[in-house]
């Protein structure tokens, strides 16, 4: 097991397979720059991306501490301390009432507008950064540790969330689970902010055994509870707006996790949980399930996975070099059998088709409406994945906008439940119709438009990265055999056909 990749079977499909799941695709130049590369100077050039310089955006100018920030939520809470506590009249209360309401709806406007900023900023760098596989990797993490901007309400929280995944993503578990867990937004996704001595909240200790590192049947209910006593102290400072402990408030009684005792804290708690076997096989077996394949592998392939990371001193990136190294990855049951993500649609999408994305509100909307909704995943077990990304809705909702990516000019049918969903709906629709069409030249040159054979050929290679079934082939055969000149808009129509096909929802 784990056997590494021959030579001889790299190749355009192997090396292809690679950018998809370990990226998001490439142009068939990028994956002929790939294939010419031994299989280990690939996926090192994949995953030691340190080396190469990050071109992203700089972080949008709130992404930082802000007092200010801070003061305003504050004064929201001492009026409306101060209107129940205070003598004043009935009409003053109302017009305090107004007043707080006002100030509050405008702190989720911005709230808004800058959760907004951070996806499509995200999705830019997904689409056009130089470090495919960090993205992916982030990708991932947000999926793993499933924090929601509905309870965390502050966007630079959840920034700097995105930002330690993108930033310890390859490194050292332990240090990840750390940082993650101090994270501002973890600490109020579960609220270990409120957790004390007296009233220990159980909430972060028992998702971080259950969903972060252990899986159900790994624990008792009495580890849940005596981790959350050692993790009391780990707090928020809400001015800072940064990690604090608080000693004054932590447990100091002796404790009793997975067999070991002691006077644990909450860093002592995430060792313990770490060194246990399962940690290395749970975390593996999901990191498969995410770059490789949603059928569960033989437990004996799984702890083949976990010795490797074990042997990597828990560290993400050379796990990843072996992974994304082994002939298992390469299998042909792995190979064209991952449905794509919304997130994975639209940006092989746009890469494939050579074009940028879509407008902010527009690209947002387009992955909300298949089923992905950054920064807002459903619940705490994250997305679902594999099947669940194609429903009798979604899919609809796949033909139509690759058909809005490839002609131009189409019609989201966005809708909204609320006046402020309906008015961003709307925006967003507004907007679509005025996405120019793909640009055909990138894709298929003059000499080869004249052939529909070779045409068919090219987007095949180009999209599918292997064959159409017979039946989808004579479907793009029946459509441009009986045209004698192919324009633009007849092969911008093929590729809305072939999009629209079950092998492109693969990768």
């Given at each position: 097991?784990?056997?590494?990749?021959?030579a001889?079977?790299?190749?355009?499909?192997?090396?292809?397979?690679?950018?998809?799941?370990?990226?998001?695709?490439?142009?068939?130049?990028?994956?002929e720059?790939?294939?010419?590369?031994?299989?280990?100077?690939?996926?090192?050039?994949?995953?030691?991306?340190?080396?190469?310089?990050d071109?992203?955006?700089?972080?949008?100018?709130?992404?930082?501490?802000?007092?200010?920030?801070?003061?305003?939520?504050?004064?929201?809470?001492?009026?409306?301390?101060d209107?129940?506590?205070?003598?004043?009249?009935?009409?003053?209360?109302?017009?305090?009432?107004?007043?707080r309401?006002?100030?509050?709806?405008?702190?989720?406007?911005?709230?808004?507008?800058?959760?907004?900023?951070?996806?499509?900023?995200?999705?830019?760098?997904?689409?056009?950064?130089?470090?495919?596989?960090?993205?992916?990797?982030?990708?991932?993490?947000?999926?793993?540790?499933?924090?929601?901007?509905?309870?965390?309400?502050?966007?630079?929280?959840?920034?700097?969330?995105?930002?330690?995944?993108?930033?310890?993503?390859?490194?050292?578990?332990?240090?990840?689970?750390?940082?993650?867990?101090?994270?501002?937004?973890?600490?109020?996704?579960?609220?270990?902010?409120?957790?004390?001595?007296?009233?220990p909240?159980?909430n972060?200790?028992?998702?971080?055994?259950?969903?972060?590192?252990?899986?159900?049947?790994?624990?008792?209910?009495?580890?849940?509870?005596?981790?959350?006593?050692?993790?009391?102290?780990?707090?928020?400072?809400?001015?800072?707006?940064?990690?604090?402990?608080?000693?004054?408030?932590?447990?100091?009684?002796?404790?009793?996790?997975?067999?070991?005792?002691?006077?644990?804290?909450?860093?002592?708690?995430?060792?313990?949980?770490?060194?246990?076997?399962?940690?290395?096989?749970?975390?593996?077996?999901?990191?498969?399930?995410?770059?490789?394949?949603?059928?569960?592998?033989?437990?004996?392939?799984?702890?083949?996975?976990?010795?490797?990371?074990?042997?990597?001193?828990?560290?993400?990136?050379?796990?990843?070099?072996?992974?994304?190294?082994c002939?298992?990855?390469?299998?042909?049951?792995?190979?064209?059998?991952?449905?794509?993500s919304?997130?994975?649609?639209?940006?092989?999408?746009?890469?494939?088709?050579?074009?940028?994305?879509?407008?902010s509100?527009?690209?947002?909307?387009?992955?909300?409406?298949?089923?992905?909704?950054?920064?807002?995943?459903?619940?705490?077990?994250?997305?679902?994945?594999?099947?669940?990304?194609?429903?009798?809705?979604?899919?609809?909702?796949?033909?139509?906008?690759?058909?809005?990516?490839?002609?131009g000019?189409?019609?989201?049918?966005?809708?909204?439940?609320?006046?402020?969903?309906?008015?961003?709906?709307?925006r967003?629709?507004?907007?679509?119709?005025?996405?120019?069409?793909?640009?055909?030249?990138?894709?298929?040159?003059?000499?080869?438009?004249?052939?529909?054979?070779?045409?068919?050929?090219?987007?095949?290679?180009?999209f599918?990265q292997?064959?159409?079934?017979?039946?989808?082939?004579?479907?793009?055969?029946?459509?441009l055999?009986?045209?004698?000149?192919?324009?633009?808009?007849?092969?911008?129509?093929?590729?809305?056909?072939?999009?629209?096909?079950?092998?492109?929802?693969?990768?």
């Amino acid at each position: 097991m784990l056997s590494p990749l021959p030579a001889s079977k790299w190749n355009y499909a192997t090396a292809a397979h690679l950018l998809n799941r370990a990226g998001f695709g490439g142009r068939p130049a990028d994956i002929e720059k790939l294939a010419a590369m031994s299989p280990a100077e690939a996926v090192a050039y994949l995953v030691d991306y340190d080396k190469i310089p990050d071109t992203a955006a700089p972080p949008p100018d709130w992404a930082k501490p802000n007092p200010e920030r801070v003061e305003q939520y504050q004064k929201i809470q001492r009026m409306f301390r101060d209107d129940k506590d205070s003598a004043k009249t009935e009409d003053e209360k109302r017009q305090e009432a107004e007043k707080r309401r006002q100030m509050v709806q405008q702190i989720q406007r911005n709230q808004v507008r800058d959760l907004q900023e951070m996806r499509f900023d995200w999705l830019q760098r997904m689409a056009n950064g130089p470090r495919p596989l960090q993205e992916k990797l982030t990708l991932f993490w947000h999926g793993h540790f499933a924090t929601s901007a509905v309870k965390v309400k502050d966007a630079y929280y959840m920034w700097l969330q995105i930002d330690t995944f993108r930033q310890k993503g390859s490194g050292n578990w332990l240090d990840l689970l750390e940082a993650t867990a101090q994270d501002p937004a973890m600490l109020i996704w579960l609220d270990q902010a409120q957790s004390r001595q007296q009233h220990p909240n159980e909430n972060f200790a028992r998702e971080c055994m259950e969903l972060f590192t252990l899986g159900e049947g790994h624990y008792t209910e009495k580890d849940v509870t005596e981790a959350a006593r050692a993790m009391t102290g780990w707090s928020l400072d809400r001015r800072s707006e940064e990690y604090v402990y608080h000693p004054r408030i932590h447990d100091e009684g002796s404790k009793t996790i997975l067999g070991k005792t002691g006077n644990f804290d909450g860093r002592d708690v995430l060792e313990i949980i770490v060194a246990q076997p399962q940690a290395a096989c749970f975390i593996t077996g999901k990191l498969w399930k995410f770059f490789a394949s949603d059928d569960a592998p033989d437990p004996r392939f799984i702890d083949a996975l976990a010795d490797a990371f074990r042997a990597g001193g828990n560290n993400f990136a050379p796990f990843l070099r072996t992974l994304f190294s082994c002939e298992e990855f390469y299998a042909d049951a792995v190979m064209h059998s991952q449905i794509k993500s919304p997130v994975q649609w639209l940006i092989n999408s746009v890469r494939l088709l050579q074009r940028d994305l879509p407008p902010s509100i527009v690209s947002t909307q387009m992955i909300k409406s298949l089923g992905q909704d950054l920064l807002l995943p459903p619940n705490v077990k994250g997305w679902d994945g594999g099947l669940s990304w194609i429903t009798t809705n979604t899919l609809l909702a796949r033909y139509n906008q690759a058909a809005i990516l490839v002609m131009g000019q189409g019609n989201l049918g966005a809708k909204g439940d609320r006046p402020g969903q309906q008015r961003i709906a709307e925006r967003a629709n507004e907007m679509a119709r005025q996405i120019r069409p793909a640009d055909v030249a990138k894709i298929i040159t003059d000499d080869d438009r004249h052939d529909p054979g070779t045409i068919i050929t090219k987007l095949e290679k180009r999209f599918i990265q292997g064959q159409l079934t017979e039946q989808h082939r004579q479907v793009l055969r029946d459509y441009l055999e009986p045209r004698t000149e192919l324009g633009d808009q007849d092969i911008r129509h093929a590729i809305r056909l072939l999009m629209s096909t079950p092998e492109y929802q693969l990768t």
